[in-house]
C-alpha cells in the first residue's frame, strides 16, 4: 500500500493563480481532511469529507474548495492565492467505523509559497 | 482559548533520561491521538485512546477523562526520539475524523 500521497510536494504560485493540491488514499477509507499547518500554530482543519459525494468545511475553509467524487481522492483547490495562504498543507485519512479505529494516516505534506 | 494545551513547549533531555509531555483539553471528547512529527516534516500516529493506558515499545500514553489530561511518556528515551510530539482530539459528538490539534511539544535528546 502507499498509503497517503500528495503533489506535489513543492509549490510557489504568485498571488491570484490557482491550483489544485492532490490527495489519495489506497487503504479505502472513507474520512479524509485538510489541515493547514503554520509557525506556531497547531495544524488547522480546512476541508473533510465522511465518503465519496459528501464534504464539509472546517475551521479555515475560506479561499478553499474541495470535492470527493471517489472513496481515493481527495483534491483541494486554491480559488485565487494569497500571500496568507503561504503555508504546508496536509491530507489525512481514517477509517469511519470503532471496527477498525480512527487511527490518522497522514500524508507527507505539500510545502506552499505564494509570493 | 486554546481547547488543546500542551506542556512543554520545548523540552532537552540526556540519553537515556525518561521523559513526560503533558495535554490538557477543556472539551468533551471522544477520543485523543499522539502524533509525532519528524524533523523532515512527516507525521505518524502513535496512539489513539479514549480511555486508560496503551504501550507501544518505549512509548506509553495514558488519559484521565475526569481530569482532561494526557500524558505520553518515553523510556530510555534516544536521540532517535528527537522530534515534535502533537496532541489532538475528537470532540465529542463531532466526526472521528476532525481533530483539533495542540501546538506541539519539540524535543530534543542529546546523546
Known amino acids: 500500500n502507499a498509503g497517503v500521497t500528495q503533489t506535489p510536494k513543492f509549490q510557489v504560485l504568485k498571488t491570484g493563480q490557482s491550483m489544485t493540491l492532490q490527495c489519495a488514499q489506497d487503504?479505502?477509507?472513507?474520512?479524509m481532511s485538510w489541515y493547514r499547518q503554520d509557525p506556531g500554530m497547531g495544524l488547522r482543519l480546512i476541508h473533510y469529507s465522511v465518503g465519496a459525494g459528501i464534504t464539509d468545511q472546517g475551521e479555515v475553509p475560506n479561499g478553499y474548495n474541495v470535492s470527493r467524487s471517489t472513496t481515493e481522492d481527495f483534491p483541494l483547490r486554491l480559488l485565487s492565492a494569497a500571500p496568507s495562504q503561504t503555508s504546508v498543507y496536509f491530507c489525512a485519512s481514517s477509517y469511519s467505523s470503532p471496527l477498525f479505529g480512527y487511527e490518522q494516516y497522514f500524508g507527507p505534506g505539500t510545502r506552499l509559497t505564494v509570493t | 482559548k486554546n481547547e488543546v494545551e500542551q506542556s512543554p513547549q520545548n523540552l532537552t533531555a540526556q540519553e537515556g533520561e525518561f521523559i513526560t509531555i503533558n495535554c490538557s483539553y477543556s472539551?468533551?471528547?471522544?477520543?485523543l491521538h499522539w502524533l509525532q512529527q519528524h524533523p523532515g516534516g512527516g507525521i505518524v500516529s502513535l496512539f489513539m485512546?479514549?480511555?486508560g493506558k496503551k504501550k507501544h515499545g518505549r512509548l506509553i500514553a495514558t488519559i484521565n477523562i475526569q481530569e482532561k489530561h494526557s500524558s505520553l511518556h518515553i523510556t530510555a528515551s534516544h536521540p532517535r526520539d528527537s522530534a515534535v510530539y502533537i496532541c489532538a482530539v475528537a470532540l465529542d459528538g463531532g466526526s472521528q475524523g476532525n481533530l483539533i490539534f495542540g501546538k506541539g511539544t519539540k524535543l530534543s535528546v542529546k546523546p
Open positions: 472539551v468533551g471528547i471522544s477520543a
Open positions: 487503504m479505502n477509507h472513507e474520512y
Open positions: 485512546l479514549s480511555s
